[in-house]
């Protein structure tokens, strides 16, 4: 059956496939935001992750009447109380510019020595069901910032993620399998898998 | 006798005079760091305002023998769980820039709506003697982020910040001597009038 996910990265569309894929789901047509009929996508301004992964499954469900999953994610740096947290995307001030954001979070902790370099990717994934039922679930990825990018994979701050459990390499230099068996998301999507199976 | 504000800022040196004078002490010669044989200034790289003032006040005094009074401050926005913080000065990445913090700053909360823009000016004031005693004050001042400049005096964040006791002014709307009866900075300072009444 259908499923919505609320979002226009190919890559986020992917990575759950190969999380079904892997749980043995099969029959489930993952739709992205530009397969269906366009609708007006919500203010994504909730204060966190979990507010704004609600505000675009719930946007989505309705619009759609589909089964709908939205993830909102980023990273939070303990130096920096916990942002760009929900901020992640447009930490810079703009949206989406990765190479801006990555260069001010370089700036930013340029004078913080490696110990307290900690940080974690935090996903949070929702899903809203056509019953009114909703499911939410919270995965984090523990590592460090990194001084300068490294690796050509991934998105976002995935070059300057030292991850904790992947022998010293950085998320950007992880396979896409590799990272789905550490990564945040791999982990909030794996707890949803059980209410997949039930309507797929 | 002279006492060593560790600082370049003679804005900083201006507002610890008013307060001294208001609090009748005379006699005090506030020197800044250009008054005084050069030393290898500290790295700023506490994790709190208190860590900061000290590690400035410490140093100052070690390398000068003078009584030496430090102050660590920034702006605490609620909505980014207290940053800038201690990255006030350098938030854009560099350090100093006023013009590109603020347009940053401005940039990050641009979505956010005015129930959630609130924030304080905070100060920490250290003041290190040459007997090795040590005092700290701290003094915040509540308002909220306005969404463009507003005024052109003051410093920092000023012209972004809208305090809960200013009638509607930002705080660079405000005279020096107004904004010293309600600042963070004026706050911590008061403080401090005691210990240094007693040495003046």
């Known amino acids: ?67 709908t999953l939205a993830d909102d994610s980023g990273l939070a740096v303990d130096e920096l109380a916990g942002m760009p947290g929900v901020l992640s995307a447009r930490w810079s001030g703009g949206h989406g510019d990765d190479e801006a954001n990555n260069d001010l979070l370089l700036g930013q ?30 995965g984090e990825w523990r590592g460090m910032l990194l001084r300068e990018r490294r690796g050509e994979g991934g998105f976002g701050y995935d070059p300057l993620f030292l991850p904790d459990d992947a022998e010293g390499r950085s998320s950007a230099e992880l396979s896409p399998e590799e990272k789905d068996a550490r990564s945040h998301r791999g982990k909030a999507l794996a707890q949803l898998v059980p209410v997949i199976s039930q309507f797929a």
């Open 1 to 67: 059956m259908d499923l919505l996910l609320a979002s226009n990265n190919k890559k986020k569309a992917a990575e759950l496939q190969r999380v079904l894929d892997r749980a043995g789901i099969s029959g489930v047509n993952i739709l992205l935001l530009s397969d269906v009929d366009p609708y007006d996508e919500p203010v994504e301004d909730g204060r966190t992750f979990e507010d704004n992964a609600f505000i675009k499954a719930r946007a989505g469900m309705k619009a759609t009447g589909l089964p």
């Open 109 to 138: 902790m340029a004078h913080v020595p490696d110990e307290r370099r900690g940080c974690a990717f935090v996903s949070v994934c929702a899903l809203v069901l056509p019953s009114g039922e909703e499911h939410i679930a919270r």
